[in-house]
């Protein structure tokens, strides 16, 4: 096999920091890559006005697989002010550039895992019978519809009149037709049968690669009729092909108070954009937050990998640095795998695990401190102290 030539894109903050880390390790387990460096964040909205370069766009068209470090976004108005002077009322308008990946290269399928790591200070505890305590085992899979739904892009403040026409036409528009038409704000839901369809798919089919026992959408049906009703229905119609995977479904918020309840019930789940996001969010609190929270969005010809935290721009200046670079390291290994690098995923996996259980080396977080340089001398391990005791399992 020749060498592969990955893309790296650190972007802001912390992304920076951890991204280095995770392939320190990937050298460490003998992944042979070259690493290609591409430019995307606030520093080229604020320069270019324009957060994703077409060069970037380039590159991973070249190229197809990415490790994604971290974004910053900031609100439209913001945003518009952080412009260079030259730039300023141009008509520039910021666009979150990992949305912006997504819908470019139909990056529809996110996969959000949520794993308990033995060990764990930071795993999910409850009471149980008898006053006793119980740490139920999370293995949870997260399918989120990566490109439609609420964060589709499709919306208006003061909506123009043909825009503004339509939605009169609803008889449900009556009441918001009463404002004055600046003063309101619209954005669609959108969700289409193909892209439904496909999220559906691959969780039932993930579910029966890996022995997985139910599948659930977890959406909101009973009162966004149309597109939760969607997802809802093509699922049953899918299911009748995946005989022994049980399909289960549940609305997000009743989803929000189960998942501290009963947890480890849950396998494979299937949401549109907005709601898998929350879902996973809410699943990665039970595993370790998002130090641990890894993600990969994936189409037909490229996949973009990277940990689910933002970019923490407070942290980015610390010397040494103190973020945990697991979730970061966590999202190589799902690059791993989409490659059929399955063994060295593997290995990595186990090694963190390993340190993880161990208990000697433990990030800020997994500490349950207060993020500062003062950690350190707490007992807290620095990240590349973290990168270096993994690298240790490894040999």
């Known amino acids: 096999m020749s060498k592969r030539t990955i893309v790296s894109m650190p972007g802001d903050g912390i992304g920076k920091t951890v991204l280095p880390e995770a392939i320190r390790v990937l050298d460490a387990v003998g992944f042979d890559a070259d690493y290609v460096h591409a430019d995307i964040g606030w520093e080229f909205w604020c320069k270019e006005g324009n957060p994703l370069p077409q060069r970037t766009l380039d590159l991973l068209e070249k190229h197809h697989y990415c490790l994604f470090g971290a974004i910053t976004s900031k609100p439209k108005s913001d945003a518009a002010k952080e412009l260079a002077p030259e730039l300023q009322d141009k008509g520039f308008v910021y666009y979150s550039p990992i949305v912006g990946l997504r819908q470019h290269f139909d990056l529809d399928i996110c996969m959000r895992p949520c794993k308990t790591f033995k060990g764990n200070p930071l795993n999910f505890i409850r009471r149980g019978k008898g006053n006793t305590i119980e740490e139920p085992e999370v293995d949870v899979m997260v399918f989120r519809q990566n490109t439609e739904g609420l964060y589709g892009g499709v919306e208006w403040t003061n909506p123009p009149d043909n825009v503004y026409e339509a939605l009169k036409s609803h008889p449900k528009f009556k009441k918001f037709a009463e404002a004055p038409r600046e003063e309101l704000a619209v954005s669609t839901r959108i969700f289409t049968k193909h892209y439904t369809e496909r999220i559906v798919r691959a969780a039932f089919e993930y579910a029966k690669k890996f022995g997985y026992k139910s599948v659930t959408v977890c959406e909101k049906p009973n009162v966004i009729r149309e597109t939760s009703g969607m997802m ?164």
């Open 232 to 395: 809802l229905s093509l699922a049953k119609a899918i299911a009748k092909e995946y005989p022994g995977i049980a399909l289960w479904d549940t609305n997000i918020d009743a989803q929000m108070m189960w998942l501290t309840k009963n947890p480890e019930d849950y396998g494979v789940i299937v949401s549109g954009n907005m709601f898998g996001d929350i879902v996973s969010d809410g699943f990665a609190g039970l595993v370790g937050g998002l130090g641990f929270a890894c993600s990969a969005n994936i189409g037909k010809d490229v996949a973009i990998f990277e940990p689910t935290h933002g970019s923490a721009p407070k942290y980015e200046t610390l010397e040494p640095s103190i973020v945990n670079p697991i979730a970061m390291i966590l999202s190589a290994c799902m690059m791993l795998d989409h490659i059929g690098e399955n063994e060295k995923a593997d290995k990595i996996r186990k090694a963190i695990a390993d340190v993880v259980e161990e208990g000697k080396v433990r990030a800020y977080d997994m500490m349950k401190l207060k993020g500062s340089q003062g950690v350190l001398k707490e007992g807290a391990a620095s990240t590349t102290e973290m990168t270096d005791a993994i690298i240790a399992k490894l040999k």
